[in-house]
């Protein structure tokens, strides 16, 4: 039925109202979304020998610091048994010595390089290569502490360490973001859907729109989904890895209809889509609606309402709980 407003009670809720008129509004599809980083400024460190973490002297990188490129997060402590210490020690001089061995003959025949055929001086480059690549990787397997540095410039978002705590090999420490990148995931079950897209947004739990721009479409179907990626455009304070959000897409294509806010739609006790329109100075009536949101701020009315008549914008879900 119809609800009886007086005028004090309206400037008390701050009731405010718009004038209908058709419009023409591009059709739009909404998708699950999920906030998630940037590929590109997204890192994560984490151990290639297994060892004791230390606290450098500013401390441990804890969630939530502001840290640069190669700003050194954690120091690690090698362990190496007296054993294995040796025979890794003595390898390395085998290998030294083998690389001086080579470079003298590389010497020897770049003296007299018309007496010495073209391929006995590449293989000889060549293992002299391999053998200065196999020293570098046998080479930080001795040192005792390793530095624990940022792959890249960001935020912490993840620390899973405390000083004197014994990690494993590949474990993940940290993990930085850099909270000015994010992109959104959203899942379609239709890959149509971005075949006439025009624009997309991402609405937040707190109403929060976000300009998105259309990045790829997946081939690998996730949960009989394909997987669609888009670049936040224009990031806010609030935002966080793994948030759910609302994405809106428009399409090129067009329908007609009543563009309101979206705070004009309200909810009937029936869980129907309502509007509140004001049929006289203090009397307004529910009209069940049926609407496609516009880019999270709006929304197109398609039917359920006629033109030329007042709609509630503001304080419709007031008017919904004196009802």
């Known amino acids: ?62 969630v939530g610091k502001r840290v640069e490129k190669d700003d050194v997060l954690a120091f690690l402590e090698h362990h190496i048994e007296a054993y294995n210490k040796g025979n890794l020690q003595g390898e390395i001089a085998e290998l030294e010595a083998r690389i001086a061995l080579q470079e003298a003959k590389l010497a020897h025949y770049l003296k007299a390089p018309l007496a010495v055929p073209p391929i006995k001086i590449d293989e ?48 993940v420490l940290f993990e930085i973001v850099d909270p000015a990148r994010y992109w959104v995931e959203a899942i379609a079950h239709d890959a149509g859907v971005v075949t006439n897209l025009s624009a ?44 759910p959000v609302t994405v809106i897409l428009q399409s090129s294509v067009e329908l007609s209809g009543i563009v309101l806010p979206a705070a004009s739609v309200v909810r009937a006790p029936s869980g129907l889509a309502m509007v509140w329109v004001k049929t006289e100075p203090e009397r307004f009536e529910p009209h069940t609606v049926r609407y496609e949101a516009l880019d999270g701020q709006r929304v197109v009315v398609t039917a359920g309402l006629k033109i030329d008549v007042r709609v509630v914008t503001d304080g419709a879900t ?6």
Do not use: W, Y
Request: hydrophobic fraction near 40%; glycine fraction near 8%; charge should be positive.
């Open 1 to 62: 039925g119809s609800l009886f407003v007086p005028k004090a009670t309206q400037h008390l809720l701050s009731v405010r109202t718009v004038m209908t008129a058709e419009s023409r509004a591009p059709r739009t599809v909404q998708l699950v979304g999920t906030l998630i980083a940037d590929p590109n400024s997204f890192g994560r460190v984490q151990t290639g020998h297994a060892g004791r973490v230390e606290a450098p002297e500013r401390g441990l990188a804890f």
């Open 200 to 243: 997309a947004f991402a609405v937040t739990n707190s109403g929060d729109t976000l300009p998105l721009e259309f990045a790829g479409l997946g081939l690998s179907l996730k949960q009989q989904a394909a997987p669609l990626t888009f670049r936040v455009a224009q990031t806010s304070s609030n935002l966080s890895i793994g948030k």
């Open 124 to 171: 000889a480059k060549g293992e002299i290569h391999a053998l200065r690549q196999k020293r570098k990787e046998l080479l930080p397997t001795l040192v005792e502490r390793e530095e624990i540095r940022a792959p890249i410039g960001g935020v912490v978002s993840v620390s899973n360490v405390v000083a004197g705590q014994v990690v494993d090999a590949r474990e």
């Open 318 to 323: 007031l008017l919904n709980q004196i009802r």
